[in-house]
């Protein structure tokens, strides 16, 4: 970046910093996920002009801005994929594994029949972009609510969970598949079972291999670092380690963030105990400032880019309301994936309603993709998608509290 560029971009950074952090604290207040707060505050922010100020146009668009926050996302996915752990993942039985491909299905293919339904003259990678959008859970604010409603250690609790960590695994599968279809259509290639197949079993390929093999050699790469005596090895070596797989991942046509996420995945307790064992701080503590940092660029750029305007447009509104129904309704079938008695499966479905940063992540992609000059996701179309992700992200924490006191104990 070049000094002047930087110089433009500080004064932006510094507007990103106070309204993440006042939206933050209002969301909080208001009892709702702080991302939520850094949202909504992005979008009046960016759309100012509409009450006649015209002093930020220019904060979605900056550069330094945008690889930031991409940055950001990177750093978000590493953080998400640290709290989860392979072996977790083979722990969460059967009824999580089943909740989860039910909670990807479903809603991939409301969100198709939305697509098809209200913009029929849009391809058919649009409507399967939406549908994708729509597949992901948000693993941190499902697990926020249920800690702040004191619901973790039940039966529901461990279900959920469970599956939004699976569900995030498969959202990023289908978002592999999605946009590498897209890309080869847009290079001239018809869509065919044939390339679909190939581009899933390169994500879920390179997800089995980077797990495989990052299991083998993590341990003994965090062992030799341990010998360094510099200050803040293992943020270094944890931060490498994620940068490292999310260009592995883009290398061979993924979305670096699934790199991200399995970097994470891969990283346990166990990889840092040297490192602990001295009285250092365990990686997510150490990433915790770094993320505090970035992530809300992230968060408020997207807010940002969401023209309130492109609801004038004939659909945009029912396509957002149409888009909602469909990620509430289709997370509603995951209850039909629980197996076995004593489980309130309304409770379940409900707590995989929120698609928090993971949708917006999804339509960020979308952004960047084309097939024959047309736009996947336009203006109008991002907004619903915003505005479905707040959403379902603002639904959640009522619902999910009022359903949780119903349920009866599971024994």
């Avoid at 699934?258 to 064992?277: C, P, R, S, W």
């Avoid at 970035?294 to 509104?317: C, E, N, Q, W, Y």
Wanted: net charge neutral; glycine share 12%; charged share 15%.
């Amino acid at each position: 970046m070049e000094h002047s560029q930087l110089v433009e971009t500080l004064p932006w950074l510094a507007l990103i910093l106070v309204v993440a952090k006042l939206g933050g604290d209002l969301a909080t207040r208001l009892g709702q996920p702080a991302v939520l707060g850094e949202l909504v505050l992005g979008i009046l922010v960016g759309n100012a002009s509409l009450l006649g100020f015209e002093g930020f146009g220019g904060l979605a668009n900056d550069h330094g801005v945008e690889l930031l926050a991409e940055l950001g996302v990177i750093v978000l996915l590493f953080e998400v994929g640290l709290e989860s752990t392979v072996k977790e993942m083979m722990k969460v039985g059967l009824s999580s594994f089943v909740v989860a491909v039910v909670g990807v299905i479903a809603p991939m293919a409301l969100g198709f029949g939305v697509g098809a339904w209200l913009m029929p003259t849009h391809s058919v990678y649009v409507h399967a972009f939406l549908g994708a959008a729509l597949s992901a859970t948000s693993v941190g604010i499902t697990a926020r609510v249920l800690k702040d409603i004191g619901k973790s250690k039940t039966k529901e609790a461990r279900i959920v969970l469970g599956a939004a960590v699976i569900d995030d695994v498969l959202g990023l599968v289908v978002l592999a598949v999605v946009a590498g279809a897209i890309a080869a259509a847009n290079e001239g290639s018809s869509l065919s079972a044939a390339s679909v197949a190939l581009t899933f079993g390169k994500a879920a390929g390179f997800l089995i291999v980077a797990v495989g093999v990052g299991m083998l050699t993590a341990r003994r790469l965090f062992r030799l670092a341990s010998h360094l005596k510099a200050r803040e090895v293992l943020l270094a070596v944890g931060l490498g380690f994620c940068f490292l797989l999310a260009w592995a991942a883009s290398a061979i046509g993924l979305a670096p963030i699934v790199g991200a996420f399995a970097a994470g995945l891969i990283l346990e307790d166990m990889h840092f105990a040297d490192f602990t064992k001295r009285g250092e701080a365990k990686m997510g503590d150490l990433l915790r400032p770094i993320s505090a940092f970035l992530v809300p660029i992230f968060f408020v750029r997207m807010g940002a880019r969401t023209d309130l305007a492109s609801f004038a447009t004939p659909g945009a509104f029912s396509l957002a309301l149409a888009l909602i129904a469909a990620a509430i309704l289709g997370k509603q079938v995951c209850g039909l994936g629980v197996i076995g008695p004593g489980v309130h499966r309304l409770s379940v479905g409900i707590g995989m309603i929120p698609r928090g940063e993971v949708g917006l992540i999804f339509a960020n992609i979308g952004l960047t993709l084309t097939v024959g000059g047309e736009r996947i996701i336009e203006p109008a179309t991002f907004a619903a998608i915003v505005m479905m992700v707040i959403a379902t992200t603002m639904v959640t924490p009522p619902l999910l509290k009022w359903s949780m006191e119903r349920a009866k104990p599971a024994g």
